[in-house]
């Protein structure tokens, strides 16, 4: 049982000034696995003081001061390699597997590949007629979701570090002890006292209190569309900056080209890899009217390779949902597709042999049509949709007509159609036959996935301001 209500404040681990604490539930189990502090706006008034009093000299750091501090953290993150998977895997449910290839590994790429764009990024721009300086954007408030803890945070407190601007971070109350885990390292890095501060607690106090701060700057948001609704209306009162990073419902276009049984594969591991908790997952199957069977074949023959289960079990590729509420909410969108498309795989309840847990049944509904709420909405479960097109044109416009913009795939041969494709989707990242990721790309979305856009430099540009100077001599 991990008892750890206290906050981390200007360099110190100290006492709420409240003493209202949250459980946080190990959602394989249904138990609780440890405390954090429902810390109060005294709390985050500490820490805004912090950040605000680090902010001279933390955005007056040199470079190669701000490159040693992130391959410390580097360094401090790789040593507790084990206790991290362990953290995640109970915290979040994420199979061992999953916790060390995609959770430990994409929140150590973000350190070192902010090391990286760092080297040759240029604060200052002769442009002729003047100069360009970029400059700290000043105390920037980070609000993070539960479903990537060491990948929203890490990019997050990345960017910042390498911009020189000092932090209040939110982590989510579902999973905040990896977060918490960072803070020691950075501590340990030599960062200074007051650049980054770490205040647990709701989203209605501590999050709301950020993103109507006088004295927070910037807002760096991850989440639902429906709170960054809200965090966008808080930041009017000061005319902040925010970035959102929200939902999306991405389009995974099948070429008819494609072998069948990749594409299946890749449309599984979609909605299978974290639970199908993943904001950029392909969750609209789109496939040529004339695969349609052949698809849906493929994709029952392939599902079995992903088994569910104990994710602290051997051999297992997705456990549980986060949280009873996030069960509630898949069952609820399961119950509507039953409705309105028909059901190939899965269906409501949990899946044999797995009551105990927030376990789902793998479903995959079929004939659905664009227009369906399986299809429209964000699930963020082990549920896909397919749907089939009968030209590029047409699968086009399916893979378009939707609120979101944050991601786009496609599978096949031709790479003229993947040029086709990637430039006609309206998305902030498309992929072409399951390429790795490059953490130096950017990432964000169109439309109402977000603004802004977090890794490498680009995500370095957000936490920066941008001043023209006149008449200076170079
Ligand atoms: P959420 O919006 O419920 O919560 C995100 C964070 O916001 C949490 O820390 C929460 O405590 C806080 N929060 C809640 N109410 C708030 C308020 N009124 N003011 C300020 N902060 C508040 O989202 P979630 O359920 O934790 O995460 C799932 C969502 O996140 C999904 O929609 C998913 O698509 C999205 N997401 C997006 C990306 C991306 O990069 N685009 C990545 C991961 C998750």
Redesign the pocket.
């Given at each position: 049982m991990r008892n750890q209500v206290k906050h981390f404040i200007n360099g110190e681990w100290i006492e709420s000034t409240g003493s209202e604490t949250i459980d946080v539930v190990n959602p394989a189990t249904e138990e609780v696995m440890g405390k954090i502090s429902s810390g109060t706006n005294e709390d985050l008034n500490k820490a805004v003081a912090a950040a605000k009093a680090v902010l001279p000299t933390f955005s007056n750091s040199t470079k190669e001061e701000r490159i040693q501090w992130l391959h410390n953290i580097v360094e401090g993150y790789k040593k507790r390699k084990d206790e991290f998977i362990e953290v995640m895997t109970d915290e979040l449910g994420a199979p061992l597997s999953v916790s060390e290839e995609v959770h430990y590994n994409m929140g150590l790429g973000h350190f070192s590949h902010a090391a990286e764009a760092l080297e040759s990024f240029s604060f200052s721009e002769n442009r002729g007629g003047h100069t360009v300086l970029k400059e700290t954007i000043g105390v920037s408030g980070l609000?993070?979701?539960?479903?990537?803890p060491t990948n929203?945070t890490s990019t997050k407190i990345a960017s910042a570090i390498a911009a020189g601007s000092p932090v209040v971070l939110?982590?989510?109350?579902?999973t905040p002890f990896a977060a918490m885990m960072l803070a020691e390292i950075i501590d340990e890095a030599g960062v200074p006292k007051g650049a980054f501060n770490l205040v647990n607690g709701?989203?209605?106090e501590?999050?709301?209190g950020?993103?109507s701060h006088r004295d927070i700057d910037f807002v760096s948001?991850?989440?639902?569309?429906?709170?960054?609704e809200?965090?966008m209306q808080?930041a009017a009162q000061t005319i902040k900056k925010v970035a959102l990073?929200?939902?999306?419902k991405s389009p995974l276009i099948v070429l008819d080209d494609a072998n069948v049984e990749e594409a299946a594969k890749s449309a599984v591991s979609h909605m299978m890899t974290n639970t199908g908790?993943?904001?950029?997952a392909a969750t609209r199957i789109l496939v040529p009217t004339s695969m349609k069977t052949q698809f849906e074949e493929a994709v029952q023959k392939v599902l079995p390779s992903f088994p569910v289960g104990d994710p602290r079990k051997e051999g297992i590729a997705t456990g549980p949902l986060v949280s009873e509420d996030?069960w509630d909410t898949v069952q609820s969108y399961i119950e509507k597709g039953e409705k309105e498309a028909t059901l190939l795989v899965g269906g409501t309840g949990k899946p044999e042999g797995l009551e105990k847990g927030y376990f789902a049944k793998p479903t995959v509904f079929t004939d659905v049509s664009n227009d369906m709420v399986i299809a429209q909405e964000?699930i963020?479960g082990p549920v896909t949709t397919i749907l089939t097109y009968d030209s590029l044109d047409q699968a086009l416009e399916i893979a378009n007509d939707t609120i979101y913009g944050?991601a786009g795939y496609v599978i096949g041969k031709n790479p003229e159609k993947f040029r086709d494709v990637a430039s006609r989707i309206k998305a902030g990242r498309i992929t072409v036959n399951d390429t790795a990721t490059d953490f130096h790309g950017p990432?964000?979305?169109y439309k109402q996935?977000?603004i802004g856009r977090?890794w490498g430099d680009f995500g370095i540009e957000e936490y920066l301001e941008v001043k023209s100077v006149h008449g200076m001599p170079s």
């Open positions: 609000i993070t979701p539960w479903n990537f929203q939110k982590p989510a109350s579902k709701t989203g209605s501590i999050g709301d950020i993103s948001f991850t989440g639902s569309g429906s709170v960054g809200k965090i808080n990073e929200l939902g999306g908790q993943v904001c950029s996030q964000e963020f944050l990432f964000g979305g996935s977000g977090e």
